[in-house]
């Protein structure tokens, strides 16, 4: 088959549900520590209908909103570059300290124990554009948040964050403001 025959194939499938979806997230026991269920995306990535699906999923509410995708660091860069594609625009990346190597803003957050920080171009978002943020995993908010602070920083407008999954049980969204947030797959 050909490789474009194969993208038509897909494409002409019955979309997959969320439920569906969630059949394709591996839980990784015990990983990065003791007592921590890592919820593993490649999977889904590796499958070409829930892939395509979960791009779909996540671009069909914010098509013609956009003028930016915002991709974190690093699962985040290629679920929002698919979904920039699909929505037609371009995409920014934010990524933690000293992996850019140009003019750089930077934005702090907490995490449990400590901080950490992202950083983007200073030229990365364009002054009153529409950031779309993507990222695998919604959890305890503090990389969102600090992505809306670097869009916020550049003077683009958030139009929504967009999450593969979101750890309800862990009340991240609540640290994100107003912004319009969604998530595919959500464990409580």
Not at 29 to 50: E, S
Not at 149 to 166: D, P
Request: aromatic share 8%; charged share 20%.
């Amino acid at each position: 088959m050909e490789a474009g025959a194969a993208l038509i194939w897909t494409a002409h499938q019955e979309p997959m549900t969320n439920e569906e979806l969630k059949t394709y997230i591996r839980d990784i026991p015990d990983f990065p520590k003791p007592g921590i269920v890592f919820k593993d995306i490649t999977p889904l990535l590796a499958d070409a209908r829930a892939l395509a699906a979960t791009v779909d999923h996540i671009a069909e509410p914010f098509l013609g909103s956009v003028d930016a995708v915002l991709g974190i660091e690093s699962r985040g860069f290629i679920v929002g570059a698919a979904v920039a594609y699909r929505l037609g625009v371009g995409m920014a990346i934010a990524r933690k300290p000293g992996k850019l190597p140009y003019h750089r803003v930077s934005q702090q957050y907490q995490l449990e124990y400590g901080f950490d920080s992202l950083e983007m171009h200073q030229d990365a978002v364009a002054v009153n554009s529409r950031v779309l943020i993507v990222d695998d995993l919604l959890a305890t908010g503090g990389t969102a948040e600090a992505a809306i602070g670097l869009v916020k920083a550049l003077k683009g407008q958030v139009v929504g964050c967009a999450f593969i999954i979101e750890l309800g049980f862990l009340h991240g969204r609540s640290r994100l403001g107003e912004v319009n947030c969604r998530a595919l797959i959500r464990y409580d």
